[in-house]
RNA sequence: GGAGACGUGGUGUAGCGGUUAGCAUGCGGCCCUGUCAAGGCCGAGGUCGCGGGUUCAAAUCCCGUCGUUUCCGCCA
């Protein structure tokens, strides 16, 4: 048999960035972007940033940056970074690499449109997102994505977790009658079609089939609103479950789910949250609840000189500014970030809301208002497939587009309901961003389709 | 859909009738052995969104237009 030559040692192993304080006194290898480089004369700092992280390298020796410098690269050229990780006080983080020898992966010779080397983005909204290609690669653009897929995992691991199956319904839809919600037209294959303002209907049915569902996914709306927290496609996070018994237990679901995510965030996402400056909020074991008309009355009662008009009182809805009034209430009242509405009147709520028994005209259906914005709306549904027939007629809605729908109900669906959070709102409060755009990752208004 | 505000180098801004259009950051050069929003000196980079008008003179005042943005409405 032959004689199978010694390999030779193998490469540097690559490691993360943030992983390379448990490899101190090693020869590792880094892969990323050179996020910044910083030449004081004798000394030079090389600071490289992978997908997770960033690691300063350091050297003496001019040489080691002569792949940048013979060809006048600029920050962002992707390089791989070979060095001795050491244990130096004085490091960012501790540690920092020693001898770095590298090479170009693919060079970059322009200066970017808006700087990412810098703590702070210096950037106006609109330029943050027409260059958001490269800006959310910025250490503190790319924390608020980060804990934005923490929030989607953290939801499906909580409702996984009580055994809640996970659906993926059509977004191409053929129904355009939901609630008063405008939906975008689609060419199909001839025929008019709509984007799905909703899974609304999907995660109904599918409660016939699992009991509990959650979904995670895009929604559209062709509402041309122009305010700081309207976007016309967004990403619900929503859940539908069967054998309630009315709206608060749905309330009590979506409390342990709420309190999930935060837990997850605090557990797994301190360095996002602490670059972010983000304040966790506590989610009361008890959510503090207060009813439709009652709302009304407290807002009328504390700030009736700052209403507009005198019918403010009789408006069936709440106003953006009665919202923020009733968190400064439930922050001063309850110390809580998070406020319920319960039982809007059924005339604001869509047809397959459940009335409330008691008083018919409100509804078994709640918002959750945080930090003084609605956060998440939810509520029982109706069950029973006569109570659907008269819905409609009530709404003056036609049978036919809802058959497929009506179906379910008529072979049997148990009490349900459910909610939808709205991720980029969760992150917009969380994060007190000015706008829902900053958590947005692309985000689509009225006058943005692109990037 | 309604109302308001703002468009000045790549980016963020000051100037608001006569300025060589200022500053910061980025970029280029030089200096600097522990930076970490590095620092110091020098330099390049702007027909002040566009069109019209008022004026001896317009970045600055007026009108229009395009773009952006904030609040309200609708919606979540």
């Not at 030079?44 to 992978?50: G, H, K, P, Y």
């Not at 001839?190 to 599918?206: C, D, E, H, I, T």
């Not at 409660?207 to 929604?219: L, N, R, S, T």
């Not at 709206?247 to 949250?273: N, P, S």
């Amino acid at each position: 048999m032959q004689n199978i030559p010694k390999p030779e040692p193998l490469t540097p192993v690559v490691i993360r960035t943030t992983e390379a304080h448990a490899h101190i006194g090693e020869t590792i290898r880094l892969q990323g972007w050179l996020h910044n480089l910083r030449r004081l004369g004798g000394v030079s700092f090389i600071v490289l940033r992978d997908g997770w992280g960033t690691l300063q390298a350091v050297t003496e020796n001019e040489a080691d940056l002569a792949p940048l410098l013979e060809e006048e690269l600029s920050t962002e050229t992707v390089i791989t970074l070979e060095g001795t990780v050491a244990s130096v006080p004085q490091a960012p983080g501790g540690i920092e690499l020693h001898q770095p020898r590298m090479t170009v992966i693919t060079p970059v010779r322009e200066p970017l449109p808006v700087v990412i080397s810098k703590r702070e983005v210096n950037a106006s909204l609109p330029s943050l997102l027409d260059h958001a290609v490269v800006v959310n690669r910025h250490p503190a653009r790319r924390a608020v994505f980060r804990l934005s897929a923490g929030a989607m995992a953290a939801f499906r691991a909580v409702l996984a977790n009580r055994g809640f199956t996970e659906i993926q319904s059509p977004k191409i839809v053929a129904s355009a009658t939901e609630s008063g919600a405008n939906v975008f037209k689609i060419d199909y294959f001839g025929r008019p079609a709509y984007l799905a303002q909703s899974p609304q209907f999907y995660k109904q049915v599918m409660v016939g089939v699992f009991q509990g569902v959650y979904e995670v996914a895009p929604v559209f709306r062709a509402e041309p609103h122009d305010t700081t927290r309207h976007i016309n496609e967004y990403v619900s996070l929503d859940a539908e479950f069967g054998f309630i018994e009315n709206h608060f237990t749905v309330m009590a679901l979506l409390r342990d789910v709420l309190a999930h995510i935060f837990a997850t965030f605090g557990e797994q996402y301190r360095a996002e949250l602490e670059l972010l400056n983000a304040k966790l909020p506590s989610v009361p074991a008890q959510i503090p609840h207060i009813h439709f008309a009652e709302a009304k009355e407290l807002v009328f009662q504390l700030h009736s000189k700052e209403l507009k008009g005198a019918d403010e009182r009789a408006e069936p809805d709440l106003s953006p500014q009665e919202e923020r009034w009733l968190g400064e209430w439930a922050q001063k009242e309850h110390n809580s970030d998070f406020l319920f509405v319960t039982g809007y009147p059924m005339r604001k709520r869509p047809f397959y809301t459940h009335a409330d028994p008691a008083r018919p005209a409100y509804s078994n259906s709640f918002d959750l208002l945080f930090r003084g914005t609605e956060l998440v709306t939810g509520g029982q549904r109706l069950h029973r497939y006569a109570d659907y027939l008269a819905a409609l007629e009530q709404a003056k809605l036609p049978i036919e587009p809802f058959e497929s729908y009506l179906e379910a109900f008529r072979y049997g669906m148990p009490p349900h309901g459910g909610f939808a959070i709205g991720l980029e709102r969760l992150l917009m409060q969380l994060l007190g961003a000015p706008n829902l755009r900053m958590t947005t990752l692309f985000p689509r208004d009225l006058n943005r389709l692109t990037p």
